[in-house]
């Protein structure tokens, strides 16, 4: 193996660049040539890339975002598209490549590998902590300190003013976010997609929680709830019950942003190192990541077919702590 390629595809997440930096810096530190790929797998099929210097990456170990870009590709999920991608890593003689993003990405590199052969290794980039065969994934641990953040922030004025707050954070088809920082952040109740919503038994528990003292309330809703976004829900309360005046922030993109934590750096270093380290191995097919203290590797479709789910018993804790 004497050249290889990085690129983050899918949703940009904290961490990606200390990521990318690892990529770099490990593949020189062995004396390989590094290319980094613009917008994930449009710049793969376009040939937008470059070889990147290790003094490249210098000064990004801390910053959200991602200096490679990230696309969405709807052409890389046709073959004709991965046939254009392959043949441009062939003419640059590029053998190997480390794909940073979620199991979305994944698909793409396995179809990738499967038709062309190209080694893929994946490091697992997504706040929302929901990728199979690894325990954390690159970017959680900092969108989930922004959330938590931002609900003590909206606790300081809901208890000034004895108010109901809805705090909508992602995740479309996890509530991982949505547990962790309600349990970190004190919430009264906690909404995911996993468990079906029962408005009624909100409404309860808003009651019970006023009738024992509580002056203001904090409702965490991950945005992919199936009683539908925050705001649905805050109406459908007001509908049906005496809680009408509440308020609902969401906290959206914010939770994408910013210096990625110690964490996150941390993790995204020892992955890219082990990436780099597979390819030199000539092992492709196979994603890094953390599980208890140790580094793995394990097949790309674990990301999907073992879809890393919280332990339900969060749930009973989170009821428990809210009495
Ligand atoms: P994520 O990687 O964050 O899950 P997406 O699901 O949007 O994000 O996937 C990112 C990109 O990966 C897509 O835009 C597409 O180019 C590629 N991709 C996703 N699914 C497939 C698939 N089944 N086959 C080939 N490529 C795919
Ligand atoms: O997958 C990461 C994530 O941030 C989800 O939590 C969220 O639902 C989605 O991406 C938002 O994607 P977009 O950037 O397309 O709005």
Redesign the pocket.
């Known amino acids: 193996m004497k050249r290889i390629a990085v690129l983050t ?3 940009d997440s904290p961490g990606m660049n200390a990521g990318v930096r690892a990529v770099v810096r490990a593949a020189h530190f062995h004396r390989l040539e590094v290319f980094g790929v613009e917008q ?2 449009r710049g793969l099929i376009d040939g937008e890339m470059e070889p990147l210097s290790a003094r490249s990456v210098s000064g990004i170990i801390h910053r959200g975002g991602t200096i490679l870009r990230t ?7 046709e073959p004709e598209g ?1 046939a254009q991608a392959a043949q441009q890593l062939n003419s640059r003689g590029i053998d190997g490549l480390v794909v940073i ?8 590199a ?2 990738l590998s499967q038709e062309h052969g190209t080694l893929c290794i994946g490091m697992p ?2 706040i929302d902590n929901d990728i199979g065969g690894t325990d954390f994934t690159i970017g959680y641990d900092t969108a989930l300190n922004v959330a938590v953040e931002a609900i003590d922030r909206i606790r300081d004025t809901a208890a000034s003013h004895d108010r109901l707050f809805y705090i909508e954070v992602m995740g479309r088809h996890s509530g991982y976010l949505a547990i962790m920082s309600g349990i970190a952040g004190g919430a009264e109740y906690i909404l995911v997609p996993e468990r079906p919503t029962n408005i009624d038994d909100l409404i309860d528990q808003l009651r019970e929680g006023r009738d024992r003292g509580k002056e203001s309330s904090i409702v965490v809703v991950a945005e992919g709830d199936d009683a539908g976004k925050a705001i649905d829900i805050s109406r459908e309360v007001a509908t049906r019950s005496e809680f009408k005046h509440s308020r609902v922030v969401v906290i959206g993109h914010l939770q994408r942003g910013g210096n990625a934590t110690a964490f996150d750096r941390i993790l995204a270093s020892r992955l890219g190192a082990r990436a780099v380290d597979a390819l030199r191995e000539g092992i492709g097919g196979q994603m890094a990541g953390v599980q208890g203290s140790e580094v793995t590797l394990c097949p790309l479709s674990d990301a999907w077919e073992k879809r890393t789910r919280f332990d339900p018993a969060f749930l009973h804790l989170a009821r428990v702590l809210a009495t």
């Open positions: 595809s899918g949703g994930g797998y696309a969405r590709c709807p052409e890389f999920m991965r993003g979620g199991d979305g990405s994944y698909r793409g396995h179809a980039g997504t």
